[in-house]
């Protein structure tokens, strides 16, 4: 069995060439040009730290915002950057007042980290966390909207919802719930880590009072590229994790959010300066716009799943249209040995196919719904090959 080679657009990225990588949904991999803009970002940085911070700063990352905000259909002055989702989701959970007896609602799919994040507030301030479980495989969009809202009661005050989960890699009817939710008063906090390049976004439509997104995943710009937006009136409750000289400047027009996110200590924000570079350079390798891309990612994604699931013999674990660019198939009813194995312990199946055949492809046991996964990714530099090549591979194995 010969490891098949990447799509034609491969030669954009810097990937291992001795490694089929079906992992874009981890952590992304950023084009050359992208990589390139930020290098010179960091050149211009250190020619003169003091004229960068101090003049460039202020404009070229308000341009940032401006362009992400055209992107995600929101004013850039309603758009904080952050390194990451983790970050976005702990900054507004950190920011909120609880009072004991009040719940947060959460299902059973949502990011560990994020989950933790929940945990360690609710410990805090006596919050119940309430769970909604969600069965996978599953068999439409409704299934999911019905159990969230079974789990809302008059103590609800903020409910974290994924745009695209982690474990399961359903694309959830996060429009429907947003819409749901808030229309009961219930503040949404959306988890878009998979969102921007990878599922349309309108952040001025969904009415979501708060969304946290990656640009460093699907929209390939250099890794510690994120976004908080809040929306407008709720922006005087939330403060970033690290308070700094924002929380006493004279205002002068500008607003108090945007004065305590704006600078938040000293540091390399390249990476967020190279996020329109990102937007356009995909689009130009795929010379195709966003819409397209994310047609094509997921079309391909479907087609390696199908693959997989019928050299397998496994089910179909959802509908096409729950499905974005990732999509996870259950290996196991079971999880292997213990809940949650440590990152730091893959599973073995993982090795397997990592030192055996070549493969990144990300392998887990997850509580609830339990089993062991297996989840794959599709981006512009992968080729269909690599799914037919990671069945076969499967099928010796397993
Ligand atoms: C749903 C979800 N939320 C949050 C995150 C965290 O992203 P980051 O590590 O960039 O903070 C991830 C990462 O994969 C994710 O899948």
């Known amino acids: 069995m010969e490891r098949p080679g990447r799509s034609d657009l491969a030669k954009h990225w810097t990937l291992d060439p001795n490694i089929t990588f079906l992992n874009h949904g981890s952590f992304g991999a950023c084009p050359i040009a992208v990589i390139e803009e930020q290098r010179q970002w960091q050149d211009l940085l250190e020619k003169d730290p003091v004229a960068f911070f101090e003049d460039t700063t202020p ?92 789990g809302v009661t008059k103590n609800t005050k903020l409910a974290l919802i994924d745009t695209v989960t982690s474990p399961t890699g359903l694309r959830m009817p996060f429009e429907q719930l947003v819409a749901e939710l808030e229309g009961k008063g219930i503040p949404v906090l959306l988890d878009a880590a998979h969102g921007p390049g990878m599922t349309p976004l309108d952040l001025n439509k969904s009415g979501a009072s708060y969304v946290t997104g990656n640009c460093h995943k699907w929209l390939c710009s250099p890794k510690g590229s994120a976004f908080l937006f809040v929306r407008k009136d709720l922006q005087h409750q939330i403060h970033p994790l690290t308070i700094s000289h924002g929380a006493n ?127 794959i990714s599709a981006q512009l530099y992968n080729h269909i090959d690599e799914y037919h090549y990671l069945a076969e591979c499967l099928a010796k194995e397993l």
């Not at 716009?289 to 397998?312: A, F, V």
């Not at 009813?333 to 055996?356: G, I, T, Y």
């Open 249 to 375: 400047f004279p205002l002068d027009g500008i607003s108090r959010f945007r004065h305590e996110f704006d600078w938040v200590g000293t540091s390399d924000i390249s990476a967020w300066l190279s996020v329109p570079k990102a937007i356009t350079e995909m689009q130009k390798i795929a010379q195709c716009d966003w819409q397209e891309i994310i047609h094509k990612n997921r079309s391909l994604c479907i087609k390696g799943r199908n693959i997989i699931c019928e050299t397998l013999g496994l089910e179909v674990p959802c509908p096409d249209e729950m499905i974005a660019s990732i999509s996870t198939l259950k290996i196991t009813d079971s999880a292997l040995n213990a809940f949650l194995r440590p990152a730091h312990q893959p599973d073995p199946l993982h090795e397997v196919l990592l030192e055996k055949y070549g493969i990144q492809v990300p392998v887990w046991s997850w509580p609830s719904p339990e089993g062991r996964y297996l989840r």
């Open 59 to 150: 404009e070229i990352s308000s341009k940032v915002r401006d362009e992400l905000g055209l992107f995600l259909n929101c004013a850039g002055d309603d758009l904080a950057l952050v390194t990451n989702a983790t970050t976005g989701v702990n900054t507004i959970l950190r920011s909120l007042v609880f009072n004991s007896g009040d719940e947060i609602l959460v299902p059973d799919h949502a990011y560990q980290a994020c989950r933790n994040a929940i945990d360690f507030v609710a410990r805090r301030w006596g919050v119940k966390v309430v769970t909604c479980q969600i069965p996978f495989p599953i068999d439409s969009d409704q299934q999911i909207i019905d159990i969230v809202i079974d």
